[in-house]
């Protein structure tokens, strides 16, 4: 069943990334970030999601991308210290209902996260697939924020992973993200994901509505916004756990992110909450006793 393995991995294809981005001033950034809160206005407010978000897609020959914007009650303050420190990612990560382990290391050169990305069901760590980020704070000011998590290389083709998220304060203690999510493919990449999502994930659709009643796309764009939406629930879930006391901030942590989830069953429920819990508690705890 290897092609079964290997469709399997090309359909979780995880923290990617596309395009590098150039280098852009740190004002410049804050400052488009401030201007693409106010361009998303009434969109932030009135949408399906139940909370303040956008959610953004696109897809071309060889790249894939994912974009949340969000709007959290959270001081930015409490934002930027949460989320500068490549360990604290491990927490957020692991929440993700397919990753195994995350390891966070430095040396003198640069920090790096190595993550294993596996089923939706228990696994032993070494069975699932490595992926190494390199892990940089890029900014980290008192009004902007923005992480970037890259890897050059994925299974099957893919590569150019990135997971970056920006953050900037808005008023009455809020905190505005950006949050993105793409990666780019070769050849082998392009037809693995689309006999993936001829056979497994035949059915799997995304957030964004085609235009007729009920129906929501599908694809790798379908996909994409999957993933996406993990990653961002996982990092509003780990927010929301921090002013639980710490020895109960991961029953917070992994609460938070299924209850989450399950507001938008027809995209996201794979199992049930006590398989869940039970399944993250076992890697958390591998996680931490593991090097």
């Given amino acids: 069943m290897v092609w079964l393995t290997s469709l399997w991995l090309v359909g979780i294809a995880f ?35 139940r909370r303040a978000l956008a959610l953004d897609s696109s897809e071309s020959s060889n790249d894939l991308e994912g974009d ?40 003198k050169t640069r920090t790096a996260l190595t993550v294993y990305i596996g089923k939706k069901t228990p696994q032993p760590f070494k069975n699932a697939h490595p992926i190494e980020f390199s892990y940089r704070v890029t900014a980290a000011k008192a009004d902007y924020l923005e992480i970037q998590l890259d890897a050059r290389k994925g299974p099957l083709s893919t590569r150019d992973y990135l997971i970056q998220l920006q953050a900037v304060p808005i008023g009455n203690d809020q905190t505005f993200l950006h949050l993105t999510y793409s990666y780019a493919y070769g050849m082998a990449g392009r037809l693995a994901m689309k006999t993936y999502l001829a056979t497994i994930g035949s059915g799997k659709v995304g957030f964004t509505q085609t235009g007729r009643p009920a129906e929501y796309i599908g694809g790798m764009r379908g996909l994409a916004e999957r993933n996406t939406m993990r990653y961002y629930l996982a990092i509003d879930a780990y927010l929301g756990a921090l002013a639980t006391p710490p020895p109960l901030q991961l029953q917070k942590r992994l609460h938070g992110w299924f209850t989450a989830t399950e507001q938008y069953p027809r995209q996201l429920r794979e199992l049930d909450r006590a398989a869940y819990l039970d399944m993250k508690r076992h890697e958390y705890l591998r996680q931490q006793t593991t090097q």
């Avoid at 303050?77 to 995350?102: F, Q, R």
């Fill in 15 to 49: 923290c990617s990334a596309g395009l590098a981005l150039a280098s852009v001033p740190d004002t410049q950034s804050a400052a488009a970030l401030h201007a693409k809160y106010a361009s998303l206005g009434e969109r932030l407010h009135h949408n399906p999601f």
């Fill in 68 to 107: 949340i914007y969000a709007l959290v009650d959270y001081p930015f303050s409490t934002v930027s210290t949460a989320l500068k420190g490549a360990e604290d990612w491990c927490d957020v990560l692991i929440l993700h209902i397919n990753t195994k382990y995350c390891h966070a290391k430095t040396d």
